[in-house]
T-cell receptor, first 114, second 113 residues
Framework: QKEVEQDPGPLSVPEGAIVSLNCTYS??????FMWYRQYSRKGPELLMY????GNKEDGRFTAQVDKSSKYISLFIRDSQPSDSATYLC??????????????FGRGTQLTVWP | NAGVTQTPKFRILKIGQSMTLQCTQD?????MYWYRQDPGMGLKLIYY???????DKGEVPNGYNVSRSTTEDFPLRLELAAPSQTSVYFC????????????FGSGTQLSVL
């Protein structure tokens, strides 16, 4: 069983839709949860970062962590064509000791059409 | 401010050839990493470095070597290239021991035929 599971999609939505992206994980020791956005032929860039359970909002983006269910989500409100990208979830056991050892999901490819 | 720069962007190798993927950052970050991304798969850590002269293995180090002689540069060496090393390689850096924000380069797409 992979440590981090993410449906690769593809997911195609009209402009203005609410998008829900999800990841599940198997190891309850994960404490730090991130969402990276990756445009075609570019490196990933950090979009959201959360610690433990709860919600975090940043503009049109909301990250949600449910540790009891081992489930994390990213919601995009009022989606725009510029949101078209691959979204990667990532998580780690500890903030510092793993020194960048992030465990990534496969990524979900999102297309927002005008 | 260029961030993390990787060269080359594309490369085709024959089986058994060797090459070095270059990575340099201008943010004075101590921590640098090499990841590989196979099609439809998540990124996997190959090697990382916590500062000049210090490197350590990640999840998938076999077939690769690294060195870190300066803070800015972290080259990845492939010896005896194999088809299983066909992938996109990303170099990343971070400011400190916390790993929540990695800055990635644009990647090197490598094909071994």
């Amino acid at each position: 069983q992979k440590e981090v599971e993410q449906d690769p999609g593809p997911l195609s939505v009209p402009e203005g839709a609410i998008v829900s992206l999800n990841c599940t994980y198997s190891n309850s020791a994960f404490q730090y949860f991130m969402w990276y956005r990756q445009y075609s032929r570019k490196g990933p860039e950090l979009l959201m970062y959360t610690y433990s359970s709860g919600n975090k909002e940043d503009g049109r983006f909301t990250a949600q962590v449910d540790k009891s269910s081992k489930y994390i989500s990213l919601f995009i409100r009022d989606s725009q064509p510029s949101d078209s990208a691959t979204y990667l979830c990532a998580m780690s056991f500890d903030r510092g000791s793993t020194l960048g050892r992030l465990y990534f999901g496969r990524g979900t490819q999102l297309t927002v059409w005008p | 401010n260029a961030g993390v720069t990787q060269t080359p962007k594309f490369r085709i190798l024959k089986i058994g050839q060797s090459m070095t993927l270059q990575c340099t950052q201008d943010m004075n970050h101590n921590y640098m990493y090499w990841y590989r991304q196979d099609p439809g798969m998540g990124l996997k850590l190959i090697y990382y470095s916590v500062g000049a002269g210090i490197t350590d293995k990640g999840e998938v180090p076999n077939g690769y070597n690294v060195s870190r002689s300066t803070t800015e540069d972290f080259p990845l060496r492939l010896e005896l290239a194999a088809p299983s090393q066909t992938s996109v390689y990303f170099c990343a850096s971070s400011a400190g021991a916390t790993n929540e924000k990695l800055f990635f380069g644009s990647g090197t797409q490598l094909s071994v035929l």
